[in-house]
């Protein structure tokens, strides 16, 4: 459930309308609901009562200072993948000790970096990435808390792209080697042993493939007891999906509920790492129609958001919803909704039947998630603002890029 409805043919975002907004700030905008992204994470929060656990927002779904700055103030924790996600984390007011470092290729400086800070555990997904933080554990005289990303070769039925638990996927360790990288990991001088992981993908739609996973988890972790190699956690993961339109995922208490059978009586600490499921419908992507333009096959509407503002249907040929942030009296036909980006695979939907004029406003819905956080400066065009809206107010979170920032740091020859 979000807080985006529309009333009396105004799409509103909680008690703004979307057109005050984008009148105001101008567009693209990417457009934030306060009381969508707390409704959202407390529902994590809530399907976990009375286990111990601890809510990881995944850092890469929307890196907003403000956004981690009231997953902060809920007292989440963060899942990152890289030094300046922690960075961001820090600067917004987040508890290092509750950050899970996860990411295939950590480096020297960015294990240095997260040590000193003392983050709760190295998700870590590789036998040489363990070597290489004993090593640097071992040179600041440190000890490093860590867990090992299992890969457990489970199909998410996901897009191939964002499917990241089968064995041809470059993340995690094999089920079949994880033994003796525990047993290596348990003997070190400077790691200490806290935990399993595993991520199995994105956008899953149902629980059957976490529970499979949560199944092999287990298993390799009842036998890790046998050899007296105890863990106290278990790392799930993000991956729950949103309905972007048809998809019906379970909600988190369905899916924590499908876990509980699982896990038993275990005193386990349960690590979530959720990020799409708590930022994707908490946030749109308000675009102004330039041009209608009628093609010999098809007709376009030719809006000022690109590719490089919303990559993820170029990427993934993802659908998201789009709809008008006012009713209109045109007549409604079918266009292909694209950017000003010189690229055939620039576009934000095909196909979509609107009632639009040029100069009207548009709102991608669901671009809460994996939106300004993948965007880029392609074809030089300054990144959006981002603006999040409380109640019947509207706050500044981003500044519009302005052009000469686009150049900033770059030297010509002398
Ligand atoms: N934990 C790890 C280790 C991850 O790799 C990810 C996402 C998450 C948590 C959060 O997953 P979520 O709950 O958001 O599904 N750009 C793609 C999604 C890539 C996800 C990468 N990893 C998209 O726009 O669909």
Known sequence: ??????????????????????????????????????????????????????????????????VLNLMARLGSGFDIVSGGELARVIAAGGDPAKVVFSGVGK?????????????????????????????VAARLGMVAPVSLRINPDIDANSHPYISTGLK????????SQALPVYRRAAAMTHIQVLGMDCHIGSQLTESRPFVEALERLLVLMDTL???????????????LGVSYGQETPPLPTEYVQALLPTLGLRKLKLILEPGRAIMANAGILVTKVEYLKQGEDRDFAIVDAA??????????????????????????????????????????????????????????????AYGFTMSSNYNSRPRAAEVMVDGDRMHLIREREQPQQLWRGEHCLP
């Open 1 to 66: 459930m979000d807080y985006f409805n529309v009333d009396n043919g105004l799409l509103m975002a909680e008690r703004v309308a979307v057109a005050e907004a984008a009148e105001a700030y101008g567009t693209p905008l990417y457009l934030y609901s306060r009381a969508t992204i707390e409704r959202h994470w407390q529902a994590f929060t809530d399907a976990m009562a009375g286990r111990d656990h601890l809510i990881c927002y995944a850092v890469k779904a929307n890196s907003n200072l403000a």
């Open 168 to 175: 041809q996927n470059k993340f995690g360790i094999p089920t």
């Open 107 to 135: 480096t020297e400086a960015e294990m240095e970096q997260a040590l000193k800070a003392g983050i709760h555990c190295f998700n870590l997904e590789s036998e040489p990435e363990l070597d290489r933080l004993q090593q």
């Open 225 to 239: 007891a046998d050899e007296g190699i105890e863990l106290e956690h278990l790392d799930l993961g993000g991956g």
């Open 307 to 368: 590719m490089n503002d919303l990559l993820r249907p170029s990427l993934y040929n993802a659908w998201q919803e789009i709809v008008p942030v006012k009713a209109s009296s045109a007549v409604a036909r079918p266009y292909d909704v694209v950017g000003p980006v010189c690229e055939t695979g620039d576009f934000l939907g095909k196909n979509r039947e609107l009632a639009i004029a040029a100069g009207d406003y548009l709102a991608v819905r669901g671009a809460g």
